[in-house]
């Protein structure tokens, strides 16, 4: 066993390098390859070769021998290294130093401490520090209170407290306000302070800008085209900024004008009362146009950044277009700078709206809405000043003239989800403006209502007539004209109790008009928009469905589907009542007979038998199928021969059958495999969640199951260890919670497997409001997925999956633990989670979203859209200005404007 | 819901008194201490990891009663000398360095008795065992992005090296466990090779190469591997109990793979992400994680289908103490409250202690670090219920990576608890408790 061992250790040490390696005899060390003395042992102590230099003490100090046991370098140092990468440390009279193997200083030792850094060697020496920087071979002097490094720069802050700037080893900045750090970079462009003033530099092209500007702002603008690229920015170079004594007046701002590649626009200096605003084509601002005046001369910068001398002052947006003033006048000035119509004044419109305060309360508030086309504009008129609404998108005139605004109110509603505002003369009568088209009625209407979504209802005073208008995104179209008009809404009303809360789906809602002529005759508009002229003597919500409305004419009954605007005329002794079968199919019962009439369509018109007699027969212990025509039952035919060891009935007239391998599966009456014979049993499950005649069935395998349905097959094959069926959206759409492995996954009803099985819990998390989504939370270990989905007509569409940095999940808020109890932390949306504002419990500011993604804050529109990119370690909205959110990135505070995405320091601001 | 807030209105310091405080250096989470003839060692990273010539980098030899450095091992020549873990055998100290070296010293003469040149850190502690059969402790250890060694302990001479595998980063501590049953100690380690597989398993790859491995002691060929999910970080556990040995191996995306000595995995379970504490099984069935608890009883785990192994269910509690700063040090078993039972204590890099039941039930916590923090513990099974509540106070401490040490190092008939916390210091607390010690340090 031992000799096994020897050779075994002969083994192992076969194939290893050939070195001398270190041996201690008695109190000395020398070096031996393998039991061959090579160097006489003769050291205090003897490191191993490295780098074809060994470290060995002689006479109480380091040096370093080569292989022969020559001195390469003298013993002369108090502690050393062993050579590493050309290297070594040594210490030299009580000073740290680096060495070559050529015995040549890297580093003097002249440092008290060396630490290892990510560009090389903090060498520190006192109270001061310097640097060796490995990429480069560059020193850095130890005259320094402290190093930084971000990216190519090396930042070294004086004993004045002033940085001085490295790249590439050698100073390029001195004096600078502060060392290089995290936000100061933008792609190649780095911004620097020296003397309070503000340069950028072009990595590895110099100065954009040298540092003499008070602030540099770069803007948006459209794209345009310099000598050497394609920009969609420019710059503002400020040079100073002065308070006017009139504090009317603001600030004075001198500046100069760049393009992106740092040219000037101009050698002039301009000084403006700083107006900045942008042109919005959408929801994103495109670039700003700014007002300048220099020696009394205006100008303006295009979004091709242009300088163009301009005549027009107090620049200021309204909706897409801007006003100026110019003279006595003020000017519509269009997005080509052009000037249009001018008026004495141009007023915004101003709205009262109605707001809910922090204690529950209503409050009527003036709003001026800027994104309103409608303005006043005033003239004068002799020696009076009169009012007029225009159009900014006609560019027109739209009303009458009227001695004070007062006279003309305007109202908005919402009407074909679109903006309908009225206009209320000074006689209280109404005319209609659609958001996007031109005045659609006179001044002519008492009252104007709203009674259902697409509609607008208006009396006209003189005739007592009521039109009634259909309005849509690009049409409002007249209906009809007639003496009254009721309105009505149908509602069915199916209670989903879950969690306690009571949510009502309102889930067979139908609306319409009632219209009555002068005769009395009624008519109907459906929701769907088919009109009915008012015919009938009567008309009567089917008690049966609520989908129908009997109508009486002369005594006879008919029948109008509200969902598809057809109808039964009236010729019916007996009023209808209408069913499904379940074949989906509608047949109509008259009422108090109890039988089935006949089958008719909508229309009325009669069809053959949709109800087929269907006989299950038998022959030698086999069971088969035979159907008949209920017109003709002397007509029988088999459809499907007996084969089968049972059949059981199901929905749809469909089977549940065993074949004579014993293996079940689902057939039609008409023999159609609906679900192939594989499975060890079948079992009916559940009905659909809003289709009771859609049926689902587990399908098992041993001790797999899955799930089919009735009308599609199999959904998902056994291969599973259970399937449990929930409300994937909260409005009745069908999914799966499916167990494979002890782990969990979601599929919806067509077979898309939506989450897959790798969570230990999934659960829907149930949202407190109305939404066209659901939302479920896998959990792996402590970690929370979020997956959203939407419901179509062809399955769930999957939406977007996320991780929250969440200790909970309650319906649509997010929780995080802060000592005893759950603080509510945002709402959680799709990909982010929304912090709630510090203003009120919403989680916007009213004008944007904070947003959490990646472990960092930006902000978000209420489409989802980024305003501000997701950089900073924390953010929060500012109270009073809800344009502006704070943002904190690497300590820094900062102030941003989100939608013009300008932001300060605190000391800036 | 359980509120300890009545229970624990009192500082640490109220409750284990502080005995002496000593600087030591910088120390990890592979920190380990050890009590071995009446004195207390601990490796030190010195005065910064960074440091090139650190004197406080080595090993310290403590007196348990006073605090005092009785010795201080220090590698004679300059380098990157950070210590990290740290073996006793036959009177030797074995111990790894940043500079690429291993070393052993005589703890009685205090003298270098040799060293051994390597081609990377040595990052984890070593293990002591007869590898070699001449009846004298050798050492094995593992290598960063190299394979894995044994060395004779006396004379430091290669006994055999497996470098067909990279130990990674190797942070993973070694085990000893008689595997092959042939009288000598095998070695259960970690490394990373061939990834089995290029598919996605959800964020990340299904495998990096990673595996835990058992090696044989007396040649150092490869006895089994078993695939894991990620890197491995810790040290597995091996529990023994009614005779029947399983091996509890941990990769740091929170993967437990139960191994049984023969190499086949019995149990799979999955927990949180960032898992650097070591598994440690207490006698009655729970495991342990830092701050994880979980119950591992046969009812824990269901049995999937013939092939594959049991899988921790939903019914199997699981709690987490959910402290504000991260849990890098392993948990000890000890009845520091002299409860007469053993009590889970455990340590934050932000300066929380807890003291729970094996279950995870909060019995005692103390926030030891400078400035005030309300932290709190919630627990959660499968279903994600939670139970919460927590504890606040001050205290001088810092923080620690590195496991706390549980023993009676002065023979006061008293446990003692030491710290190495994050500031540098070692600090000594006294317990009132004469209990019993089941798992005393990593």
Known sequence: ?909 | MTSLWSLSQTSFESTFPLKWKTQVGVTTYRTNLLFHGGLLYIGSNGQSRESRFDAQDGVYAIHPKTGAIVHHFQIPFGGDNDVTGIAIGDEKLFFGTDNYYFFCFDLKTKTELWKYHLPYDVESKPVVADFNGDQKMDVAFTVQSNGIYALDGTTGALIWNNNTISCHEGNAAPRLFDINKDGVMDILFAGRGEANSDEINGFKMAHYGDYHIAVDGKTGGYLWAVATGAGVHTAPFIATKNGKTEIYALDCYGELNVISPEGKVLKKANFDYGMFSSPVVSNDGHLIIGNTFAEIGPKAFSKENDSLPLYLNEEALVNVIRNKGKTSATSVLADVLGKGFPQVIGITESGEIFIAKTDGTLLAYYFVAKSGYEASQFASNSHGKSQAHLVHTNGILTGSETSLFVADIDADGNLEIVIADLNGFLYCFDTKSAGKVEFGGF
Not at chain 1, 108 to 131: C, I, N
Not at chain 1, 146 to 167: A, H, M, P
Not at chain 1, 578 to 593: I, K, N, R, W
Request: charged share 25%.
């Open chain 1, 1 to 909: 066993m031992k000799n096994s061992f020897f050779f075994l250790l002969l083994i192992s040490q076969i194939g290893i390098a050939q070195e001398l390696v270190p041996f201690k005899q008695g109190n000395q060390y020398g070096y031996r390859l393998e039991k061959s003395i090579q160097i006489t042992p003769q050291f205090e102590y003897a490191v191993d070769f490295t780098e074809g230099l060994a470290l060995v003490k002689s006479n109480g100090k380091w040096g370093y021998i080569d292989k022969s046991g020559s001195w390469i370098i003298q013993p002369i140092f108090e502690k050393a290294s062993p050579f590493s990468e050309g290297e070594a440390f040594v210490n030299l009279n009580g000073k740290i130093g680096l060495i070559q193997r050529d015995g040549r200083y890297s580093i003097e030792p002249k440092y008290e401490e060396v630490y290892r850094t990510d560009y090389g060697y903090l060498l520190k020496t006192g109270e001061f520090v310097g640097a060796y920087l490995q990429n480069n071979n560059k020193l850095i002097e130890a005259k320094y209170k402290s190093i930084s490094k971000r990216g190519e720069f090396v930042s070294c802050q004086r004993t004045d407290n002033l940085w001085d700037i490295y790249k590439q080893g050698t100073v390029f900045l001195e004096k600078a306000d502060q060392a290089v750090k995290a936000g100061d970079q933008d792609n190649d462009l780095i911004t620097f302070y020296v003397n309070g003033k503000k340069g950028i530099y072009q990595f590895d092209k110099g100065w954009l800008f040298e540092p003499k500007y008070e602030e540099i702002y770069k803007f948006d603008t459209y794209e345009y085209t310099t000598a050497n690229n394609t920009y969609t920015y420019g710059y503002s170079l400020i040079l100073k900024t002065e308070w006017n004594i009139d504090p009317d007046l603001g600030e004075t701002t001198y500046s100069q004008l760049a393009t992106g590649d740092g040219n000037l626009l101009s050698q002039e200096v301009f000084d403006y009362v700083k107006s900045n605003f942008a042109f919005v084509e959408g929801n994103n601002a495109c670039f700003i146009c700014m007002e300048m005046t220099s020696k009394d001369k205006h100008f303006i910068v295009t979004s091709a950044m242009e300088i163009k001398p301009f005549d027009f002052t107090n620049l200021r947006q309204q909706a897409g277009f801007v006003l100026g003033d110019k003279g006595d006048f003020t000017y519509i000035i269009d997005k080509d700078l052009s000037p249009r119509d001018s008026f004495y004044a141009v007023e915004p419109i101003t709205f009262l709206e109605l707001f809910e305060t922090d204690y529950g309360e209503t409050e009527v508030l003036p709003v001026i809405h800027s994104d309103y086309e409608l303005v006043w504009v005033s003239k004068r008129e002799d020696t009076k000043i009169v009012h007029a609404l225009y159009d900014l998108n006609k560019i027109k005139v739209i009303s009458d003239w009227y001695s004070a605004t007062s006279d003309l109110t305007v109202e908005t509603i919402t009407a074909g989800n679109e903006t309908v505002h009225l206009v209320n003369n000074a006689e209280s009568k109404y005319a209609f403006y659609h958001r996007f088209l031109d005045r659609i009625a006179d001044f002519k209407y008492l009252s104007v209502t709203n009674p259902m979504a697409n509609f607008l209802v208006g009396m006209d005073y003189k005739t007592n007539q009521t039109s009634i208008f259909s309005v849509n995104l690009n049409s409002i179209e007249q209906l009809a004209v007639e003496h009254k008009i009721y309105s009505s809404k149908l509602l069915r009303r199916d209670e989903y109790t879950d969690n306690n809360d009571v949510i009502y789906h309102q889930f067979f809602q139908r609306e319409f008009m009632v219209l009555e002529n002068k005769d009395g005759k009624l008519g109907l508009i459906t929701e769907t928009q088919k009109l009915f002229s008012p015919q009938f003597d009567s008309l009567h919500p089917c008690d049966a469905n609520v989908d129908f409305i009997t109508t009486r004419l002369n005594g006879k009954f008919g029948l109008i589907h509200l969902n598809s605007g057809s109808q039964i005329t009236p010729s019916s002794d007996i009023p209808y009542e209408p069913f499904f079968d379940d074949s989906l199919l509608t047949y109509f019962v008259q009422v108090g007979t109890g039988e089935t009439a006949y089958y008719l369509d909508i229309n009325g018109r009669k069809l053959q038998s949709l109800r087929p007699k269907i006989e299950v027969i038998s022959a030698k212990k086999r069971l088969g199928i035979q159907t008949n025509n209920d017109f003709k039952p002397a007509e029988k035919f088999v459809t499907i021969p007996p084969s089968y060891r049972s059949l059981i009935p199901i929905a749809g007239n469909n089977f549940i059958a065993q074949s004579t391998t014993k293996k079940y599966g689902i057939i039609s009456y008409l023999g159609d495999t609906i679900v192939p014979f594989n499975y060890s049993k079948i079992e009916f499950y559940a009905n659909d969640l809003a289709n009771p005649s859609w049926q689902y069935y587990r399908i098992f395998n041993g001790k797999n199951v899955g799930i089919a349905s009735n009308f599609s097959g199999i959904i998902f094959d056994a291969m599973y260890t259970s399937v449990e069926m929930v409300d994937g959206t909260g409005w009745l759409s069908t999914a799966f919670i499916l167990e494979k492995k002890g782990r969990f996954g979601l599929g919806d009803y067509s077979g898309q497997l939506i989450m897959d099985c790798i969570y230990d819990s999934i659960a829907r998390i149930h949202l407190g409001r109305s939404t066209e989504y659901g939302m479920f939370e896998g959990k792996i270990g402590a970690k929370s997925y979020v997956q959203t989905v939407s419901y179509n007509e062809t399955g769930f569409f999957k939406m977007n999956t996320s991780m929250r940095p969440l200790d909970l999940i309650i319906g649509e808020y997010g929780y995080i633990k802060q000592g005893e109890h759950f603080e509510k932390y945002g709402l959680v949306l799709n990909d982010f989670v929304a912090r709630l504002s510090s203003l009120n419990e919403s989680y916007s500011n009213g004008e944007f979203r904070l947003a959490y993604k990646d472990g960092k804050w930006g902000a978000i529109d209420y489409m989802g859209n980024t305003l501000i990119d997701f950089i900073y370690d924390n953010a929060t909205f500012m109270q009073d200005r809800s344009e502006v959110m704070i943002g904190y990135e690497n300590g820094v505070k900062y102030y941003i404007y989100v939608f013009t995405k300008e932001r300060y320091t605190e000391n800036e601001w």
